[in-house]
């Protein structure tokens, strides 16, 4: 049974550009090389984006403004570094506008379902690396916990971080108070 390796929005905005923070780059060896293990073992690696359009900042007049990031088509939204040489041709990218990818919730859904015609789980394990650890890392843990309810589901955390320590160490606490493994903390 093959494992999926869950690559949560590891872009050039959240590493170096407009949301990054100090140490994000340093996952970037850890990440290729988790990656490059699931490739060599013939395992599933899909990769989230967190993406808006060129006007998303239009839909939130009179809202509190985000910080622009990850707009489509600007180099701030392309994965950082050598991730985004590691994409695969058949690895399904789910690009989102929000904090957890519908996308991919519906798909570990759909597979759960067949799994379940045939009495087996559609995964033997699914990872999580990526960032941000307390915003979009908990947000995919937790779908994909909801979606693959016996799947064990795996966040390492030497391959996540956020610009709050502090945070990402609560976000560690109620993974894990969720059933979500979190290893290499």
């Known amino acids: ?16 550009g407009a949301l990054g923070f100090s140490g994000a780059e340093l996952l970037e060896d850890r990440i290729a090389a988790k990656i490059d293990a699931y490739r ?3 395992d599933e690696i899909a ?13 939130l007049e009179g809202k509190s403004l ?7 088509g600007t180099p701030g939204a392309e ?25 991919l919730f519906g798909r570990l859904v759909a597979m759960q379902k067949v799994a379940d015609e045939v009495g087996t789980n559609p995964f ?4 999580l690396v990526g960032l941000v650890t307390n915003i979009c ?5 937790v ?26 160490d609560k976000a560690f606490d109620v993974m894990e108070g969720l059933q979500i493994q979190v290893i290499n903390r």
């Open 1 to 16: 049974m093959k494992k999926l390796l869950i690559v949560v929005d590891f872009q050039n905005d959240f590493v170096d």
């Open 40 to 42: 060599e073992a013939g």
């Open 47 to 59: 990769f989230t984006l967190d993406m808006h359009g060129k006007n998303y900042l239009n839909t």
């Open 66 to 72: 985000p910080i622009e990031h990850c707009i489509e």
């Open 79 to 103: 994965l950082y570094g050598s991730i985004a040489e590691r994409v695969g041709a058949c690895d399904p990218v789910f690009e989102k506008a929000a904090f957890g990818s519908k996308e």
């Open 124 to 127: 033997e394990s699914i990872e």
């Open 137 to 141: 890392v908990i947000a995919e843990a």
């Open 143 to 168: 779908l994909a916990k909801t979606a693959c309810p016996e799947v064990p589901v795996i966040v390492d955390a030497s391959c996540t971080d956020s610009y709050d320590r502090e945070l990402r």
